[in-house]
Each structure stands twice: as C-alpha cells, then as structure tokens.
C-alpha cells in the first residue's frame, strides 16, 4: 500500500514568515520532503487495492476543434468538473480506479483519450498530425467548451501533467486548480537544446530513437512491445499483469498514434516544426510562466522516467502549493498505481482552491 508525505504551506503564510526574517524556516517547509502527513479538507478517500476496476463502461463522443474526442464520464452532471489527463504511452485506464474514487464524492470526472489514442480522431484527414505541447492543451480547452464546463481541475502525469500546467499557465481561468506528477513540465524546443549529463541523457534514449527513421519504423511495428518496456522501466515495482496492459495498449492502434508521438518528441528537440497557429501560444511558454492557480504536485518513490527534484521547480507554483512524496514502489503509472493518493490530492486542491 502506497503512503502519502507532504509540504504544504500557503503563498501568504509563506510571505508572513518571509517578512518575520523567518527565511530558512520557509524555505525548509517548502522543500522538505516527508515532513508532515498529508490531511484532507474533506475526508479521507476509502482504501482500495489498485487494480479493482477494469472499465468505465461506455464511452461518450464529441466533436471539440479539431477533433473527436473519446472520453469517460462519470459522476453528478451537476458536480464540481475534473478533467483527468494520461501521458505516453497509457491511456484512459490509468484512471480507471481514480475515477469512481472521486465520482462517489460528488465530482462530474472527464477521462478523455488525448490525440492520437483510442477513439479519439481528428476530423480532418488534412489536419497536421500534430504533438506539440500547446496544441494538446488547447484540445482540452475545446473540450471542455464542447462540454460546456466553464472551470475545471486539471489532473494528470507525463503528458497531461504538462497539459495541466500549461492550461493553468495559459488559461487561468479556465483551471480551479491542478495536480501534476513530477511538477512543472513546460518545456521548449530552445531550452531541450542544452545537454544534459551521460546519465541523464540515457533515461531519454527512446527520444533519440524516435528522431531516426528507423525509430519511426520501429515504433510502427513494435509498438506495443515498446510501451510494455517503457512501463517496466518507468514504474520498475508495478508488477501490472498482462490484462492490465492489454487494456491500455487497445488504445495505440489509433492510426494517428504513431504519427502524434514522432511529432511530438521530434518537435521537442528542434527536429519537427509546429504550427504557426501556435506560434503567440508558444512564445509565452517559452517564458517559464509561474503557476498561480492552487497547485499539488505528486511523485512515486520509485519513478524510473526522467523528472527533475521537487526542490527545482518550485518556484514555478505562486499560489496555494502542495508537495507529497508516493512512497511504496510507486512508478511513474502514478495515478494507476496509487489511485487513493492520486485522487486524495483531486480533491484536496480542489479545498484549497475554495
């Protein structure tokens, strides 16, 4: 079973101190890691074992800009709105026990396949297949104006953790608050520029790959055997088991799926162009925006995906923060293997956020 450590600490408590001369204080609640156990405003969320639901029963359709969108939906139509967001190479499935978690305490939860996963499809056959991290935010933006949600908790891990600060970064008022695993993840093609250390750059192996020909190709054929490797190394003590994978790797057989992720990587590094169309979206991310909007950022104990020290990116979070350390053999999957605390910090933001 997963256990939750937490620092938490309010942007004006934080100055409070600050102007008390209280600075190493504040800067060691901040980042210390494991010093308090985390408390929810509104209850704990019940203990399950990971693993306890396998579907979300039907699917919902809708066409949002430039696509439609496959999405999984659950609880009150009424209740307060929770966009849950997967990355590389999962799917909706990684919510697959969040979902019901959060739907039973009042929550309206959207669980959409993002471009170039399971049902999800663009509406043009001449539309770019295109990866780029503004233009999968401002999918999310369409979405919810199909859906006619006004604001939303943005929550998710690799890609959607990045959706998820760019939506709070770039459409603040579309974002009551937000959960990231692994924190802030905006990034540019010009800052991907600098090298990073040997061992470092070995963990983004399959990033090097995919900007070869013979990658692309190798995806195309394998790319199921590929993302099974990627889960073992990213989550090394998630012992998932066939079924559980089968269930999300459904989802790459969208004919979109191999184009989407070359672009998407390949453009990260300079290798593939965007769009002009989100060129104004692109320049004010390259600016490094701090995150006002109440924020959790989440990371497993045992997270064998590249990400950066709490301590780095904190700085990034202006308002009401949270930062909780998943500790039992938790991997990057983190929502999938530890949907309790996963969904414990949805609806803890969500108190902060009142």
Not at 290 to 298: F, Q, S
Request: aromatic share 10%; proline share 6%.
């Amino acid at each position: 079973m997963s256990t939750i450590t937490s620092s938490e600490e309010s942007s004006h408590v934080r100055q409070r101190r600050l102007r008390n001369g209280a600075i190493a204080l504040a800067v060691a609640a901040i980042v210390a890691i494991g010093s308090v156990k985390a408390q929810s405003s509104e209850g704990r969320v019940p203990q399950i074992k990971p693993g306890r639901n396998t579907s979300f029963g039907p699917l919902k359709q809708i066409d949002a800009g430039l696509l439609n969108v496959g999405y999984a939906e659950a609880g009150p139509a009424d209740g307060p709105a929770v966009v849950l967001l997967h990355g590389w190479p999962y799917d909706i499935h990684s919510y697959v026990d969040v979902t019901p978690l959060l739907a039973s305490a009042g929550y309206r939860v959207i669980v959409p396949y993002l471009r170039g996963y399971g049902t999800t499809h663009f509406l043009s056959s001449e539309t770019l297949r295109n990866g780029q991290q503004s233009a999968v935010a401002l999918d999310i933006v369409n979405l919810m104006d199909a859906l006619k949600i006004e604001k939303a908790t943005i929550a998710g891990f690799d890609w959607g953790a990045r959706t998820a600060g760019i939506m709070a970064a770039l459409w603040p008022e579309r974002c009551k608050a937000i959960v990231s695993v692994s924190g802030y993840l905006i990034g540019t093609p010009e800052s991907n520029k600098k090298p990073l250390p040997p061992k470092a750059e070995l963990a983004w192996w399959y990033q090097f790959y995919f900007a070869t020909e013979r990658g692309r190709a190798g995806y195309e054929e394998y790319r199921h055997d590929f993302a099974k490797l990627i889960w073992q190394t990213a989550s090394p003590k998630w012992n998932f088991d066939d079924a559980t994978f089968n269930r999300s790797a459904a989802s790459f057989d969208n004919p979109d799926h191999v184009a989407i992720v070359m672009h998407n990587y390949r453009w990260r590094i300079g290798l593939a162009e965007g769009e002009s169309r989100y060129d104004d979206l692109e320049k004010r991310l390259a600016e490094g925006p701090v995150i006002a909007v109440p924020a959790i950022t989440l990371e497993g104990d045992s997270n064998g995906a590249p990400h950066a020290d709490a301590a780095s990116y904190r700085k990034k979070f202006s308002g009401k923060y949270a930062y909780r350390l998943i500790t039992g053999g938790v991997g990057h999957n983190l929502p999938q293997e530890a949907p309790q605390a996963f969904a414990q910090a949805v609806i803890d933001v969500c108190g902060f956020a009142r």
